[in-house]
């Protein structure tokens, strides 16, 4: 199996199959940067955290009630990414 990894359409068309066992989000950000050719490190991180515009779940879980960036996520596991959304 794989991590299926869903990305808005601001970085990437259509979604990803990450072929690994396990991986941390951190770590996760850092391939889909090779992956994508985007540098994802300066969109979903300020400050070596997440960015506060950016919510990242693993199986529907938002990763900041998890372990954050170590959170782990492993074959078979679905990622999304999702910008936050804010108006008035």
Known sequence: MAI???LPASINQGDLEIDAEKLTVNQL???LSQI???DLEKILKRDGELSPFISIFVNGRNVR???GLETEVR???EVS???TVAGG
């Open 4 to 6: 299926k990894v869903r």
């Open 75 to 77: 074959s078979g596991d």
């Open 29 to 31: 950000i850092a391939l």
């Open 65 to 67: 009630y998890a372990e």
């Open 81 to 83: 990414i999702v910008p």
């Open 36 to 38: 994508t050719g985007k």
